[in-house]
């Protein structure tokens, strides 16, 4: 299943697109990840980790929240949040 979704870090204003190629949002955030290594790479060489919660919105305006967590080898642990999007 090849689309398009829209990511955004949590809170922020701005929606971008990313491809996605399977029913699974988590390539799509992956990427948005990959693409914005500003949002963590400075926290993972203090900390050694960080957490950050990412919305995707799918062609329908539907919004699910994720939870992801990177450690200090850059492996991205992806988890859909139990928090409701309003």
Not at 32 to 46: G, K
Not at 66 to 77: H, K, P, Q
Request: proline content about 1%; some cysteine.
């Amino acid at each position: 299943m090849n689309d398009v979704v829209q990511v955004r870090l949590e809170h922020c204003s701005v929606w971008e697109p990313f491809f996605k190629n399977s029913q699974f949002n988590e390539d799509a955030i992956k990427e948005f990840l990959r693409y914005h290594r500003e949002y963590y790479v400075r926290s993972i060489e203090v900390d050694g980790y960080k957490e950050l919660s990412v919305e995707v919105r799918d062609k329908n305006q539907n919004i699910k929240k994720y939870d992801v967590y990177i450690d200090n080898f850059y492996t991205f642990f992806i988890k859909e949040s139990e928090k409701t999007v309003l």
